[in-house]
């Protein structure tokens, strides 16, 4: 017998460009939805049924690649990937109306987060930021499932996040604050959250340069790597920046007594955090990781799914 699809609230906006497409009402309910997709999956598994998207990595991954590429199939649609520059080869615009024909959704991970409006601008089918220079909200989706599955809620938690006030970090303290979490950033001075980004946020957050002051009373502490994608021509430098930044066991000790460690991996133990953090019984990394998965399904539903008009 096959399963009724459940009916899936759709998204007002039509691209998932960045975290702030999504509503807070939005937020919660594909929450909500990535939970339901997580303990029951067979109920959606034709739910994208006919439906290909295309996958466009300017920049390597492993998890985001992989879990969008098994989300779609699990979903019952079928993935196309594309490794390369964007823009490069024929104008975006062009590349942009020539998916438009074939596929109903573009997934694209960049360099730039011009270049994944621009691909929203250009394509009337939804875009999907598989993460870029300025965001990675769907990294995000999935750190939120994971805290809601460890605490039971956000609400009145502390996110501490430490290290480099990248992309990683501006979506984190985007979720973070829309659901109610106290967020607290240490970072180098040179290498603090812009302030366009810190403007953002839904309530006052904690900006320090002392790791320790951003961890105390935590209940997430949460680091990723001191050279992103990109910035790698800095790596020495930023090793130098950054010594002070790293999370070790005495830094976490410092945190709340049920605090846990996070990290959107890949990491770099010896770096920004030890290998007794990462393998410690504090660490939910790949729940974290396998989170990707399910709140990915989640976004894919609320974007595409049969009842929405936009497709
Ligand atoms: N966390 C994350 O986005 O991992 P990948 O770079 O492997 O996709
Ligand atoms: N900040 C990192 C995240 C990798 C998932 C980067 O952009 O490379």
């Not at 979903?75 to 823009?87: E, H, K, Q, T």
């Not at 875009?127 to 609400?155: K, Y």
């Not at 930044?245 to 133990?269: G, K, T, W």
Request: hydrophobic fraction near 45%; aromatic fraction near 6%.
């Amino acid at each position: 017998m096959t399963a009724m699809l459940p009916r899936v609230e759709r998204l007002a906006h039509s691209d998932f460009t960045r975290d702030l497409d999504a509503s807070v009402d939005e937020l919660r309910s594909l929450l909500d939805l990535a939970a339901d997709v997580k303990r029951f999956p067979e109920r959606y598994r034709t739910a994208l049924s006919g439906k290909s998207l295309a996958l466009l990595f300017e920049k390597p991954s492993l998890r985001t690649r992989i879990t969008f590429e098994l989300a779609i199939q699990q979903l019952g649609g079928f993935a196309v990937l594309n490794d390369g520059p964007i823009g490069a080869r024929e104008p975006l615009k062009d590349m942009a109306r020539n998916l438009d024909r074939w596929v109903s959704g573009i997934v694209a991970r960049t360099f730039r987060q011009q270049t994944v409006d621009d691909l929203a601008l250009w394509s009337s089918v939804p875009v999907i930021n598989a993460l870029s220079d300025m965001w990675h909200p769907c990294q995000a989706l999935a750190d939120m499932q994971t805290i809601r599955e460890h605490f039971g809620n956000t609400r009145g938690l502390k996110l501490a996040f430490v290290g480099d006030g990248n992309n990683v970090a501006g979506s984190l303290m985007l979720n973070a604050t829309r659901l109610g979490m106290d967020f607290a950033i240490a970072t180098p001075p040179a290498y603090a959250l812009p302030s366009d980004v810190v403007a953002l946020a839904e309530s006052g957050i904690e900006v320090t340069t002392d790791p320790a002051v951003a961890v105390r009373g935590a209940h997430v502490v949460y680091t990723d790597v001191w050279t992103s994608m990109g910035d790698e021509h800095e790596a020495a430098v930023r090793r130098t920046a950054f010594e002070a930044y790293q999370v070790n066991d005495q830094l976490l000790s410092q945190a709340a007594p049920e605090a846990i460690f996070m990290h959107c991996l890949p990491a770099h133990r010896g770096e920004e955090v030890t290998d007794s953090v990462m393998e410690s019984s504090r660490s939910v990394v790949f729940e974290e990781a396998e989170n990707r998965l399910h709140a990915q399904k989640a976004l894919l539903l609320m974007l595409l799914s049969r009842d929405n008009p936009n497709q």
